[in-house]
């Protein structure tokens, strides 16, 4: 008889509380269940070089050689952009959630997910969903002009305002 009690009393217990656990359990699992970290998945690596620059700080520097290369009384250029913190791109992602069991205490959870592609005629390529781009610690021009105080001024400017750096955080120097 104290059997049947005891489950009797926790089957009070179950049906007086069960959506409390069962919203304590779905926490617990969404709290465990693992970032789309890898290549494949949630957010794309950046695509580093031997020297240690990403791709996009390459193309950075390059664009800004070249535009900088326009302003009068520069000259020859050369720019060094160090990084504070790296850029990140979330891609989006179809993702696909099942389980096995009843509904109110699924027995097993199975999760799956695949990049959004979109065709671009010969090549697919993923859909960004947010994008951070990367954050400047300084800057470094070296130009034929970098003596003279009115360009150190100009190409100051020009790559603060492309970078989001400070002043201070932007040399100008004149090269050989």
């Known amino acids: 008889m104290s059997g049947s009690r005891k489950t009797e009393g926790v089957r009070r ?9 069962l919203t304590a359990l779905a926490g617990v699992v969404l709290l465990a269940w693992p970032e789309g970290g890898t290549s494949s998945g949630g957010a794309e690596a950046a695509a580093w070089q031997e020297d240690g620059t990403s ?28 990084l504070d913190a790296d850029g990140e791109r979330q891609l ?15 027995e097993d959870y199975s999760r799956s997910s ?25 800057a470094l021009v070296v130009c034929q002009g970098g003596g003279r105080a009115d360009v150190k001024l100009a ?21 050989q």
């Open 13 to 21: 217990i179950w049906d007086k509380y069960k959506f409390v656990a």
């Open 55 to 82: 791709a996009d700080q390459t193309a950075l520097q390059q664009d800004l050689e070249e535009i900088l290369g326009q302003i009068q009384g520069v000259g020859q250029v050369r720019v060094l952009l160090t």
């Open 92 to 106: 989006a992602e179809d993702s696909e959630l099942s389980y096995s069991g009843f509904t109110a205490a699924p």
């Open 114 to 138: 695949q990049t959004v592609l979109v065709d671009g005629g010969s090549v697919e390529t993923p859909v960004v969903t947010r994008r951070v781009y990367p954050t400047y610690r300084g």
């Open 155 to 175: 190409v100051t400017e020009a790559v603060t305002a492309l970078t989001g750096l400070t002043a201070d955080r932007v040399t100008v120097a004149k090269s």
